[in-house]
C-alpha cells in the first residue's frame, strides 16, 4: 500500500484581530493519497486559503505536523520549502497570477526553465499542455487577449508544467462564470488525472465538489 502524499496531524492556526485571538484551525488531520482528487468544502472565512498555505509551506506560524511526500515539512527553513515546493506542488489560484507582458506557453515555459528543463523540452511540454487544454489555437496570445476562462486554462497549464505530486487549487473557476466553471473544471479533473497528481482543491460549490474523489468540509476549524 502507497503512503500518502500529504499527511496533516493537529494542524493549528490563529489570528490576532482588533486584539482578539480568533483559532481559525484547531486540528486538522488529513491523509491525501497519490492521485486522489480532494474537494475542501467550507463557508466564506472558515479557513479553506489558511489551510492551502499551511499545505503550500507558504507561511508559517501553524502548529502541528505537514508531511509531504513522507518529509517532515513543518520545520524546513526557507530553502527547504522552495525545495519542496518546486518538487512536489503546483498551485492555481483564482486570479490567475499569469505574466501579462508573455504569452500563453512562455508563461507555462517559465517554471520549467526555473527547475532546469531544457528549452526546447518546456516548449514542448508547454504546448502539450495547451493543446490539451483546448487552447491549441492560443499559444501566442498574450493573458490580455485571452478570456477569463482562457487565462484560467493557462494557470492550470503552467501549475501542472513541472510534474507536481500535488496540485494546490485555491477556488480555482471561482471567479468565472458558471458554465466556463464547469468547463474549466472539467478539463482541470481530466488534465489532473491524466497526469496522476493529486489535488487539494478550495471551493464553496457543493456541484463541483461532487466531481471530485472525496469531499472534506471545514467546520469549526477542524475536518468533519
Ligand atoms: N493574515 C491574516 N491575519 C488575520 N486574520 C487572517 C489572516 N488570514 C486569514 N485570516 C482570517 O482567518 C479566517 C479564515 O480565512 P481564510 O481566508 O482561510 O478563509 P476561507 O475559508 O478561505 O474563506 P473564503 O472562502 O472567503 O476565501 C478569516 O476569518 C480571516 O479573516
Known sequence: ??????????LCRSFE?????????????LDIMPGEIVALLGPSGSGKS?????????EGGFEG?????GEAAENL??????????EHLGFVYQFHHLLPDFNAT????MPQMVAGTPEAEAIARAESLLTSLGLGHRLTHRPSQLSGGEQQRVAVARALANRPTLVLADEPTGNLDEATSDAVLGQFLELV???????????????LAARMDRVVRLHDGVLE
Do not use: K
Not at 500500500?1 to 493537529?10: A, K, Q, T, Y
Open 1 to 10: 500500500m502507497s503512503s500518502p502524499i500529504v499527511s496533516l496531524r493537529g
Open 17 to 29: 484581530q482588533g486584539g482578539m485571538r480568533i483559532d481559525v484551525l484547531r486540528g486538522v488531520d
Open 50 to 58: 489558511t489551510m492551502l498555505q499551511a499545505v503550500g509551506l507558504l
Open 65 to 69: 505536523s505537514i508531511h509531504i511526500a
Open 77 to 86: 527553513a526557507s530553502d527547504g520549502r522552495t525545495r519542496v515546493r518546486r
Open 106 to 109: 512562455e508563461n507555462v515555459v
Open 193 to 207: 488525472r491524466g497526469e496522476g497528481s493529486a489535488a487539494l482543491v478550495a471551493t464553496h460549490n457543493e456541484r
